[in-house]
C-alpha cells in the first residue's frame, strides 16, 4: 500500500471517529453543533496544510524530474 492511501485512509478514518465520538457524546443539540463547526475548522486548516506540503513536493519533484532528463539528454548526445 502506497503512503499516500494509508495517509488517506487515516485521515478518513480520523474523521469518522471524530463524528462518531461527537454524535455519541451526551450534549445538547447546540452544543454538538458548536463542536462539530470546530472540528470542522481544525481539519479545513489541517487538510490546506497538508495540499500545500503536497504541491511543494510536487513541485520540487517536477523540477528534480526536469533536470534528471536534461541530464540524460545530454548524457546521449556525447555532451558533458
Known amino acids: 500500500m502506497s503512503k499516500g492511501k494509508f495517509a488517506l485512509g487515516a485521515i478518513f478514518g480520523a474523521v469518522a471517529?471524530?463524528?462518531?465520538?461527537?454524535?455519541?457524546?451526551?450534549?445538547?443539540?447546540?452544543?454538538?453543533?458548536?463542536?462539530?463547526?470546530?472540528?470542522?475548522?481544525?481539519?479545513?486548516?489541517e487538510a490546506e496544510k497538508k495540499v500545500q506540503l503536497a504541491k511543494s513536493k510536487a513541485a520540487e519533484l517536477k523540477k528534480r524530474t526536469k533536470r534528471a532528463v536534461k541530464g540524460a539528454e545530454k548524457g546521449f548526445k556525447g555532451e558533458e
Open 17 to 45: 471517529g471524530v463524528v462518531a465520538g461527537v454524535l455519541t457524546a451526551p450534549k445538547s443539540g447546540k452544543e454538538t453543533q458548536a463542536d462539530l463547526k470546530a472540528k470542522k475548522a481544525e481539519l479545513k486548516v
